[in-house]
């Protein structure tokens, strides 16, 4: 979740401190607290101190659930601010890596867009396609904006359609068409004298915003609680007046699914689920003042949750696996 909001209307520099401090409380979390003050860092315009954070992350002696992505931001952030040749070794580094998850592909692929190197871009994007879409029904959501970018920029590039971008405009959801949005004479029609071609350009404008800012600045999600099995039995355990919170793991599992579609059919959007654990738990419990014996803490620590970035979007795409951890896909499981 990055933010896109301009300086203008936000002190950027006062919610990265904010996030940093956060950070120090939270260890845990902070390789995704950082991230996003450095996010805030850079629409700041201090960029050296963005990359101060990606460096402070990246020698860690933890270890980084990503650190792909901590790279590409960095190399991208580099770019920025004059350090190029540094940025295009990161970036070869992370092509060579090849990591399985696509938001470094699509970052490093969207630098070398943003300076003007589409042939690479391009290149970047289907590498990024090869080695993540599989033979599923459908590409997993977080693939779609490998196949976005790569339709954009080979449409920049003149090159005829292939099989990955009509997949592009088929899972494209815009009232835009795909191809109408990346259409390179859409820049001309800027110039344009014509009220009824700037009308246009602006109706366009405004679709591809909305589908961005929807994709990345989406607000916390309505997050559901989930006790993996061992944490729920050290929980009870623990705990045994909560059994009549929790009667059984399995009734636990079928409550929450149960649950976020009655949130969905009653029109609520952004739906995740937040997985729990004691020690975090009984840590959150302590913070508040309060025993972890009271049931009314337990929506509140799935909101911190999700507040701190634990959240995984609810329901998962049609090829992921059952956000319950058994090794079945989610309509084979819970989506049944």
Same mark, same amino acid.
């Given at each position: ?28 979390? =902070? +390789? #995704?607290?950082?991230?996003? /003050?450095?996010?805030? %860092? ?5 960029? $050296? @101190?963005? !990359? ?69 871009? =391009? +290149? #970047?994007?289907?590498?990024? /396609?090869?080695?993540? %879409? ?5 590409? $997993? @959501?977080? !693939?779609h904006p490998v196949l976005y970018g790569r339709h954009r920029v ?70 559901? %609680? ?111």
């Open positions: 979740m990055r933010p896109d909001t301009p300086a203008e209307n936000v002190d950027h520099t006062t919610k990265a401190a904010r996030l940093e401090r956060t950070a120090g409380l939270y260890p845990e979390d =902070a +390789e #995704t607290l950082l991230l996003r /003050a450095a996010a805030h %860092l850079e629409l700041s315009g201090d960029r $050296p @101190a963005a !990359t101060t954070l990606y460096d402070r992350l990246l020698a860690s002696a933890e270890t980084l659930d990503n650190p792909a992505l901590v790279r590409a931001l960095k190399a991208s952030n580099l770019w920025e601010y004059g350090h190029e040749a540094e940025a295009r070794a990161i970036i070869e580094g992370i092509r060579t890596a090849a990591p399985r998850d696509p938001a470094p592909w699509v970052i490093v692929a969207e630098a070398l867009e943003a300076h003007d190197e589409l042939e690479a871009a =391009a +290149e #970047t994007f289907t590498e990024a /396609a090869r080695l993540l %879409l599989g033979p599923a029904d459908e590409p $997993p @959501a977080p !693939t080979r449409r920049m590039l003149g090159l005829p359609h292939d099989d990955w971008d009509t997949l592009a405009d088929t899972l494209h959801t815009s009232p835009v068409a795909l191809d109408e949005l990346h259409d390179p004479k859409r820049v001309w029609s800027l110039g344009s004298e014509n009220p009824a071609e700037l009308r246009a350009e602006i109706s366009r404008l405004r679709a591809e915003l909305g589908a961005y800012r929807e994709a990345l600045s989406r607000p916390f999600p309505v997050a559901v %609680l989930h006790w993996p099995a061992p944490e729920m039995s050290e929980l009870l355990s623990a705990y045994p007046t909560l059994s009549s919170e929790y009667p059984s793991h399995a009734e636990h599992l079928s409550t929450i699914e149960s649950s976020l579609r009655e949130l969905s059919a009653s029109g609520t959007a952004n739906l995740g689920i937040v997985t729990g654990t004691v020690p975090s738990y009984e840590a959150f419990a302590a913070s508040e003042g309060t025993s972890p014996t009271d049931t009314a803490l337990l929506p509140q620590y799935a909101t911190t949750l999700a507040a701190r970035g634990r959240a995984v979007a609810w329901p998962p795409g049609r090829g992921a696996g059952c956000w319950c951890g058994a090794e079945r896909r989610y309509r084979e499981c819970h989506g049944a």
